[in-house]
Structures are given as C-alpha cells and as structure tokens.
C-alpha cells in the first residue's frame, strides 16, 4: 500500500519502513524524552519527576525527582557524560546524573551567568545546545557549564528547536517569520532552507546516520526525513497512515535505529500522553 508525496513539482512514493514495537500511554502532557543505554526517560508537563521505562518493552521500572522543576519543556541525554539535561521553562537547565540521580541546577552558573532562558535542548558529543526561549539565540555549552558559543537568529526567527551539524552549521525549525527549517553558521547566516515541505509547526529534529534529518511537523501529524542538504526525501509516519495522535517531542537512537516519539491530545477536555517507540529501517 503506497501513498505518495508532492515534492516540489516531483510526486514521490511514501514508502512504509518504520515500525512502531511498543507505547505506553500516560494522563499527561509528554514534554521530554530520552534514550540511555536500556532505558527510556519521561518527563511531563509541571512535575518534577522523571519516569524510568525499559526501551524495547516501554514497562516503567522507576522514577527520578528533580526538586525545584517546574515547568520542563524538553529533555536529552548525553551518552559521554552519563547525564540528562532537563529545559526548565525561561528559569534554568537543570543537569542529572543517570547513575545516582543526584540533580543541580546547571545553567545559569558562575561559568555562564548569562540568562540561558531554555526552550529546548540538543547533544552533539559533550556539547548542550540551547534554543532561547524568545528564539532568536542559540547557546552552546561544554558539559561542564561553561559558554563556548552564542550565535544570533535572522530577526524576527522563533526558533523551537535546533541541533548542531558535523561541520559547524546548525539546524533550526521555526514557527516566525514562517514555519521552515534553516541551515546557519556560526554568525547566524543563513546557508540553506528546506525544500520540498509544507510544514505546520515544526517542533523537533534529530540527526540520524549518513547526516539525514528526522523532522517532528506538529500540527500536520508528520514525521519527515530529509538529507543533509536538506532536501526532504520522504514522509516517515502521519497520522492518517499510522496513527500519530500529536507529536511533540523525539528521541533518535542512531545505534538501534529507534525513534522514540513523545505525544500529547485532547479527548474532549482532557490531555492524554503517549510515548511510542518505533524502529526506522534506512533505505536508499
């Protein structure tokens, strides 16, 4: 069963070759997830607590507090530092050992006393990349707090989300001055746009292997593949196809090809949460 995608003038097959292998469904507003080792880290929208689940099965196996959370927006996990970093809404970047669970507040420090106002996070090695909450600055920290670079927006950019490249660039979706995702340089230049996608809020990226780019497009219920020139190459998941209720957030976990989704819905006047796990098979 085939659908197919208009790209640019070009109508190319939507082809089927991710797998969803395990959800868990929670009463909440899923604001952060993230892969370590066998594990699965949650967190939810104004709690302090982190839920544990086991990654292939998504059974919760424990939980972590982090007092003083208040309103965690994103969350990753650093595989060379053994840590997770937790976006606390326009406050703080709080920092968690995933060995003891013993938590700090990060950022701001005295290494960087700067207002990091984090909306959301990314890795690259042991570098954390901030996206401000006003969205127009990007902040790139080393694993011990300290400020290594500040590049600034296009103006009027209302960047949601942004992960730095192999060469030094990094990858931005906005919602202002359109809904896009860019390419800049360390000066904050624009070197390329995506093409080939009508996007409706695009929230999250991550790089997979061979530089292509997963795209979380939010309202659309998508989730795209686009390569490192970023041009878009397929449709992933949609919500008609297979059953992507919301969107919001996303884990890649390049050595097991696992994509892990975070998702938030209304029924009626209640929010329901899931969390899903879904297996990318790459294909030329």
């Not at 099965?57 to 927006?73: F, I, R, W, Y």
């Not at 960047?159 to 340089?185: G, K, M, W, Y």
């Not at 009508?198 to 989730?223: F, K």
Request: charged share 25%; hydrophobic share 35%; aromatic share 6%.
């Amino acid at each position: 069963m085939c659908g197919r995608v208009n790209v640019t003038g070009v109508c190319k097959p939507y082809r089927r070759h991710v797998t969803m292998t395990s959800q868990q469904h929670v009463n909440q507003w899923v604001e952060g997830v993230a892969v370590f080792g066998d594990k699965i880290y949650v967190v939810c929208d104004r709690t302090d607590i982190i839920s544990v689940y086991q990654r292939d099965s998504l059974e919760p196996v424990g939980s972590m507090k982090v007092d003083g959370l208040q309103l965690p927006n994103d969350m990753v996990a650093c595989y060379q530092s053994g840590q997770l970093y937790v976006a606390d809404l326009s406050q703080c970047v709080w920092r968690v050992s995933i060995d003891d669970g013993r938590t700090r507040r990060w950022i701001p420090s005295k290494r960087a006393p700067e207002d990091a106002s984090p909306l959301s996070l990314s890795v690259t090695s042991r570098q954390v990349l901030v996206t401000s909450y006003h969205g127009d600055v990007l902040s790139l920290y080393s694993d011990d707090g300290r400020a290594l670079a500040r590049v600034t927006l296009p103006s009027h950019s209302k960047a949601r989300h942004a992960v730095q490249t192999s060469s030094t660039t990094f990858v931005v979706c906005r919602t202002l001055p359109r809904h896009d995702v860019i390419e800049v340089n360390m000066g904050g230049h624009v070197t390329r746009k995506l093409y080939g996608a009508e996007l409706n809020w695009p929230r999250r990226l991550a790089p997979t292997v061979d530089g292509d780019l997963v795209i979380v497009d939010s309202a659309s219920g998508r989730m795209l593949l686009a390569d490192g020139q970023l041009r878009l190459k397929r449709v992933l998941l949609t919500r008609e196809r297979d059953g992507l209720k919301g969107p919001w957030r996303l884990s890649f976990s390049p050595d097991t090809g696992q994509m892990v989704i975070g998702e938030w819905w209304k029924e009626g006047c209640r929010i329901t949460g899931r969390v899903a796990v879904f297996r990318l098979i790459c294909q030329p």
